[in-house]
Each structure stands twice: as structure tokens, then as C-alpha cells.
């Protein structure tokens, strides 16, 4: 399988159009003078079609608008009260790879548009482990990965499979899961074939605190802990009642969240799972980010954060739905929308939204500081955030 390498490498195709020249003669009478009128040599700008997986020119970033094009509008300024709007894929100017748009993030930029094209594949999950270097898993087996703002690559394909999470301890180790209860690993640089790691359920979420130590959850309640052997993982079951589980964060080797889609949250901590607490209002939880063994927000099936600080949960406000959320660091998180937006979790409480992505639908957002994250949206476009 190919490694981490296979990301260099290609460059842009150039398109290069001349306009024939065409010479004018007017003799003056009496003088014997000629006046000659030229065209001369045109050079148009470089373009990138969809679903072109070359690099991304620095000096002529591609459009981004998906190959069904939706109506949303993206805001034109920075300022979270304005509400001036312009098209939902505007093309960047000048000389940056990414052109940065409303609250400093960058505007939409194609990440794996090759995949959505052939198959609407979409981005289910995304890792940064700094500013620049991320990794990303579609729906199509793809890994993708971005040493740099904009420059992604498919570096791995589980074929056949549905890429559904992926977390990555550093720049040299990653573990994806798929909906074939396979686990994929990213170690020493090359990405190992698929392990079958549970036999009776899809994967449905990982998170890597360290290189050696991993948890990945399934929708039959079951826990899968990856200890250092590529091919062995124990397992467990955590919720009895067989409830899904679907979501998994570990900021420690010591300590994990996982939640289930009956409302209730399991703790690993001294080695061993709790037996569960219900949290909030007991709706179904979707997924959840852990800073420490002391935060974590967790988002339930309305779209609304629940948070636990220093062990206690309680449920946030927010009037929109909120689709995935990351927490860098305690009492602090961003979370991304079903219509473009962004919402700030600090102080103990919610920011209004700021429209980034115009109306378009977040899947999956990863921070790897307060001020570095990257978001994906519905259309396999990718946005920065460089505050």
C-alpha cells in the first residue's frame, strides 16, 4: 500500500493559448513610412477542473464550487455582524495558496473532489496534528492527508470499505476504522494493509492519544483497544444493551469518553470502563471531544453540546444544529454547523454563529491548537482556521 511519500510529488497542468499575430501595413504616401499594428503573444490563466487531484497552484487556487453547485452564499467579511454576502465559491486573489474569508478562516477549498465527482463520496472524518499537516477518510476508502494548507493528497484506498473515523497521534501514526470493522494503520511512514479488528459490527469511531495506545467504538456496544500490535486488539462489551456506541476521545492513554446513541456516556479511567451515566437530557449522543480528563463537549442527535467539566455535565443552549465540535484545550472548543456555520465554546458558555461556509453543512472539524483547526464541509471542501 502506499505510504506517506506518495503525497509529493506532480504538479499542475498548464494550458497555454496564443492569438495569431496580424500585422497591419498603411503606407504613408510621400514618406514611404509604414505603421505596423501587432497582437501579440497571450497567456491566459491557469485553470483546474474538478476533480483534477494535482497539486493546488499557489498562485491560482482552484475554484471550489462542487459539481452540483449549491446556492448557498458565503459572507464577505470578517466581521461576524455583517451581512453583506457574496458567491458561494469565490475564486481567492492574489499570491496565497488559500485566501482567508469570514472570522479568518479560509474560503472553501477542494479536498477530494475526484472522490465526490465519481462516486459523492464525502469526508467523514479529519485529524490535524498541526496548523498544516492533516489527515482526512471519505466514504470511498480514501485516506487523504496535507502537509501543507490545501495540498491533499490520497495517500491510502481500503478498498471496498467505508472510511468512517481516523485519529492520528502524531505525523508518522494514524489509525482509520471502516464500516467493515476493519482498522488501517499509518505507522513508520506506510500505511499497513486493513486488519479486521471486530468481525460482528461497523467501526464507527478511533481516537490515538499515543503511538501505542488506541480505542475504537462499534454500533454493538462494544469497545476495540489497540496496545501496540498491529494485528492484535482486545475487546469488550461496553454498553449492555448493546447500544451503539458513537463516539470515542481519549486525550490520555489513561483516560476516554465514549458515548452511545441511548444518551449515556462511558468513562475508562484505572484501567477500566464505568458501567455508564446517562448525560443532559438523555437524548442519543453522536460524537464527542475530550481536552483533558477534565473537559470534554459532547454533541447529542439535535444537533445541541453537552458538556462535562471536572466530572459534572451539564446541557448547553445553542438554537442551531451543530454537527461536529473539537476541543483543543480545557473549557475551550469550535464547533461547525448544518448552514455554514461556526460557534465558539469558551468562558462556559456559546457564541453566536459566524457564517463561513455559506449554507453549506459541516461533517467534520479537528484542532490541533485554539488557534489551528480545519473543517470539511458537505462538498469535500476543507476550510482553515488561522486565528
Not at 486525550?251 to 458515548?259: G, I
Not at 459566524?354 to 483547526?373: H, L, P, R, V, W
Request: aromatic share 6%; hydrophobic share 35%.
Amino acid at each position: 500500500m502506499p505510504g506517506l511519500p506518495g503525497l509529493f510529488g506532480g504538479r499542475p497542468g498548464s494550458i497555454t493559448g496564443w492569438v495569431v499575430a496580424a500585422v497591419v501595413a498603411i503606407v504613408v504616401a510621400g514618406s514611404g513610412a509604414a505603421i505596423a499594428l501587432a497582437l501579440l503573444p497571450s497567456n491566459p490563466p491557469k485553470s483546474v477542473a474538478a476533480g483534477n487531484t494535482s497539486p493546488v497552484s499557489s498562485t491560482a487556487p482552484p475554484a471550489t464550487t462542487p459539481p452540483a453547485s449549491p446556492s448557498a452564499t458565503v459572507a464577505a467579511t470578517a466581521t461576524p455582524t455583517d451581512t453583506t454576502s457574496a458567491s458561494a465559491s469565490p475564486v481567492p486573489t492574489g499570491a496565497g495558496a488559500l485566501s482567508v474569508g469570514p472570522a479568518h478562516w479560509t474560503y472553501p477549498a477542494q479536498a477530494d473532489q475526484a472522490a465526490y465527482t465519481n462516486n459523492s463520496a464525502t469526508i467523514n472524518g479529519i485529524a490535524c496534528v498541526s496548523g498544516g499537516t492533516c489527515f482526512a477518510v471519505d466514504s470511498n476508502g480514501n485516506v487523504l492527508a496535507a502537509t501543507t494548507q490545501g495540498s491533499w493528497r490520497v495517500v491510502d484506498t481500503d478498498s471496498g470499505a467505508n472510511l468512517s473515523a481516523i485519529s492520528c497521534a502524531s505525523a508518522d501514526f494514524c489509525v482509520a476504522v471502516d464500516q467493515s470493522g476493519h482498522a488501517v494503520t499509518l505507522t513508520g511512514g506506510s500505511w499497513a494493509d486493513p486488519v479486521l479488528i471486530d468481525s460482528n459490527s461497523q467501526l464507527n469511531d478511533v481516537s490515538c492519544p499515543t503511538t501505542t495506545f488506541c480505542v475504537a467504538v462499534d454500533s454493538a456496544g462494544s469497545v476495540f483497544t489497540f496496545t501496540g500490535s498491529l494485528t492484535h486488539w482486545s475487546s469488550a462489551v461496553l454498553a449492555q444493551n448493546q447500544n451503539t456506541l458513537s463516539g470515542v476521545s481519549c486525550p490520555t492513554r489513561s483516560f476516554c469518553v465514549a458515548v452511545d446513541n441511548g444518551g449515556d456516556a462511558y468513562t475508562y479511567q484505572g484501567g477500566s470502563w464505568n458501567q455508564g451515566t446517562t448525560v443532559g437530557s438523555g437524548n442519543s449522543l453522536s460524537s464527542i471531544s475530550c481536552s483533558s480528563p477534565s473537559f470534554c463537549l459532547a454533541l447529542d442527535n439535535n444537533g445541541s453540546p453537552v458538556t462535562m467539566t471536572g466530572g459534572s455535565w451539564a446541557a448547553q443552549t445553542y438554537s442551531g444544529t451543530v454537527e461536529a465540535a473539537s476541543c483543543p484545550a480545557d473549557g475551550f472548543c469550535v464547533l461547525v454547523d448544518n448552514s455554514g456555520g461556526v460557534v465558539y465554546y469558551r468562558g462556559g458558555s456559546l457564541s453566536t454563529a459566524t457564517k463561513i461556509d455559506g449554507n453549506n453543512s459541516f461533517n467534520a472539524i479537528s484542532c490541533a491548537t485554539q488557534a489551528s483547526c480545519a473543517a470539511a464541509d458537505q462538498y469535500d471542501n476543507v476550510l482553515y482556521y488561522a486565528g
